[in-house]
């Protein structure tokens, strides 16, 4: 035993002999300090001098712990309340909260996310780390931890909640049932990429209220009980809708915020909130459906000139007496007939005493029953489906345009939102962007003469639409083959389509001609979109807007994988394949090949994302298995519509046929009679 080793074993026996504990040892028993647990001393060989030292160093460690523990407590305390009060609309990050996109899975997570890994040194209670008592003070997008979903009971409307998401005293409002979900993320998404938070969407059935409530969208309960799937325009669902409308106004009302109330189907460009301050004497504000200007500048419409309807799609309301008043006679009309248009009687109402003009030049005027300040938001800035996507009103005025309706569009929500996606307006899933067969494009070629020479008639618009719908057919055909997705064209009109008779451009609009026409004026979207039966009418073709390559939601690597498909004569002497052109992003390949020609040279470029074609003129010689091929010809005809409408007829449409050239002398004309009326593939 060396030297040391006796001192240890003399001081131990020299301390065994003392039994006595000493009064701190339980104390520093219990001594927590994140670097180390004090070392518990149990003896000692000078109870006066030694021992009173230690006793003091116990002491003090004591007290920094204590006050070190008190700071840690108070710190997660701190990071674990709710940041989001009634000033800023909820818009913070809390730490119990996970942040997710709004395109991801709308479902309850299946387990419970683990807990944020503390900071280093830092120790946090689990306890602390709960769900908010109140759900509308999370941020918006910020998805909730728990994998329960509350008592429905919560999401009842009520003063307190719109009070958590208004901000200066204002709140942006929409509802829907879910069949519009995409609509209503797309809506919240332009909104908070504006740095709008100040958000609450009514959910008109269960199954939109769940999924908004598992992205982190602030939701309600509209208690509709409405069903899920899309309404139609005119069936007494929508109806419905609309009385859900007058009586969701009438229910924020009393609560004394200011309100905007939009459609799902619109989106926000700008924030119109500085707009809207201009005018603090207006009860209502709203949008049109206005074709003609009666300004140029962003000024409200002149209303004497306003003959069109007020668009109640699209709204902002101020808690004032008057409209008050409007609001539950409104309310009333419609509860008491189940079959009245919503936006019909808000017009006859606010119509039937309209004048005189506020004093100043404000653009307000009184209206209703003479007590009601109104004012008419400009069409070419807080823009209809017309006055943007056909008129391209606000960049003819170099107007920048707060907001757009998708409005003035033919059949179903499908073309709304096809619609939107044209203008890159629609936020879609990754997947809508890389799709697992790829996609084909190509340069559409339109002879100068069709787009400008002669007048504009019925005819010449024919000829301008039908030489672009051939070669439509043969990309359809190829895209067909190949199980690739079709990248439509722009597509140009000289003639607009409407439901009513018109003399091809609707007179005092500033729509030029020609104009680039939205698909949804040529094509039946809904039944490209819904599918025709695979075994009647062959294999479904998918198709994108035609901006779908320039959306700055392309993914790089998909944008990156081109190869470019250079049409030539077959007998011309550089037509020929090769890996030499194939290495510098380009092969050639002959016009009229056959199906066992594309099948053999495209199949070596399964992994290209995007094959363009140079054209689409005589590309490909057809299906050689014509059961095939009569399939995919009794598809393609029902995916064209009809023109309307000639003026001074009864029958003024005129139906677009997908095989116009395969009729000789065929000429665009309206059915003599109604036997005669029916489109080309009955």
Request: hydrophobic content about 40%; charged content about 20%; aromatic content about 12%.
């Amino acid at each position: 035993m060396d030297a040391v080793g006796e001192r240890r074993e003399s001081r131990a026996g020299d301390c065994t002999s003392k039994k006595r504990r000493r009064p701190d040892e339980k104390l520093s028993r219990l001594i927590y300090l994140p670097s180390r647990i004090l070392p518990l001393r149990t003896a000692t060989c000078n109870p006066l001098a030694e021992g009173k030292t230690v006793l003091l160093a116990v002491y003090a460690a004591a007290v920094a712990g204590i006050i070190l523990s008190t700071l840690l407590i108070l710190s997660s305390v701190y990071t674990s309340s709710p940041t989001a009060g009634t000033g800023d609309g909820g818009n913070g990050k809390s730490i119990h909260l996970v942040g997710t996109s709004f395109l991801s899975s709308s479902s309850p997570p299946s387990t419970s996310p683990p807990l944020p890994s503390p900071s280093p040194n830092v120790t946090r209670t689990i306890k602390l780390q709960r769900e908010p008592l109140d759900m509308f003070t999370r941020a918006v997008w910020d998805v909730p931890v728990s994998s329960k979903m509350p008592d429905l009971k919560l999401f009842q409307l009520t003063k307190e909640m719109v009070k958590h998401r208004a901000k200066d005293n204002f709140i942006f409002v929409t509802f829907g049932n879910h069949a519009f979900l995409d609509f209503i993320l797309n809506w919240v998404k332009h909104l908070t990429d504006l740095n709008l938070f100040n958000i609450l969407v009514g959910a008109m059935d269960t199954k939109l209220l769940e999924a908004l409530y598992w992205k982190g969208i602030p939701v309600f309960d509209m208690g509709s009980k409405m069903i899920a799937e899309d309404i139609g325009w005119g069936s007494s669902k929508f109806h419905k809708l609309g009385r859900d409308k007058a009586l969701l106004i009438n229910a924020f009302l009393p609560f004394g915020y200011e309100f905007i109330l939009c459609d799902t189907d619109m989106v926000w460009l700008k924030n119109p909130l500085p707009y809207f301050a201009r005018f603090p004497e207006a009860d209502i504000l709203t949008s049109s459906d206005q074709l003609r200007p009666t300004t140029t500048d962003d000024s409200l419409e002149v209303w004497q000139n306003v003959y069109d309807a007020y668009n109640i799609g699209m709204f902002h309301w101020r808690p004032t007496d008057s409209a008050k008043r409007l609001a539950k006679e409104w309310k009333d009309i419609l509860l008491g007939d189940d079959k009245k248009w919503d936006q019909a009687a808000f017009n006859d109402l606010v119509r039937q005493d309209l004048g005189p003009s506020l004093e100043g030049e404000s653009g307000l005027f009184y209206a209703y029953n003479g007590t009601l300040k109104l004012g008419i938001l400009p069409a070419s800035i807080f823009c209809s489906g017309h006055t943007y996507f056909v008129q391209s009103m606000p960049q003819q005025l170099k107007l920048e345009p707060y907001a757009v309706h998708a409005t003035f569009q033919f059949v179903d929500a499908n073309a709304k939102r096809h619609r939107l996606r044209e203008a890159m307006l629609f936020y879609d899933q990754p997947a809508y962007y890389d799709t697992p067969g790829g996609f084909l494009s190509f340069k559409p070629g339109i002879p100068k003469s069709l787009l400008l020479d002669g007048p504009h008639t019925l005819q010449s618009h024919f000829s301008l639409v039908n030489y672009q719908l051939r070669q439509i057919r043969t990309a359809l055909a190829v895209a067909s083959l190949l199980n690739r997705t079709l990248v439509m064209p722009r597509l140009w009109c000289r003639f607009e389509r409407m439901w009513f008779a018109h003399p091809g451009i609707l007179e005092g609009t500033m729509t030029k001609q020609p104009f680039v026409c939205p698909m949804d004026q040529l094509f039946e979207i809904h039944t490209m979109v819904r599918g025709l039966s695979e075994e009647e009418f062959g294999p479904q073709i998918h198709f994108r807007e035609y901006s779908f390559l320039q959306n700055p939601s392309m993914p790089k690597h998909v944008k990156e994988s081109l190869l470019n498909v250079q049409l030539c004569d077959a007998h011309s002497k550089g037509c020929n394949i090769s890996n030499e052109t194939t290495s510098r992003g380009f092969i050639q390949f002959p016009r009229n090949s056959t199906e066992q020609m594309y099948m053999q040279v495209f199949s070596q470029y399964k992994d290209i994302k995007v094959l363009h074609f140079s054209s689409m003129a005589n590309a490909f010689k057809g299906f050689s298995d014509e059961a095939r091929e009569a399939k995919f010809r009794s598809r393609v005809k029902r995916y064209v519509g009809k023109w309307c409408c000639l003026e001074n007829r009864d029958l003024g449409h005129v139906y677009y046929d997908m095989y116009w050239d395969e009729k000789p002398g065929w000429k665009p004309e309206p059915p003599r009679t109604n036997e005669d009326d029916y489109p080309p593939w009955d």
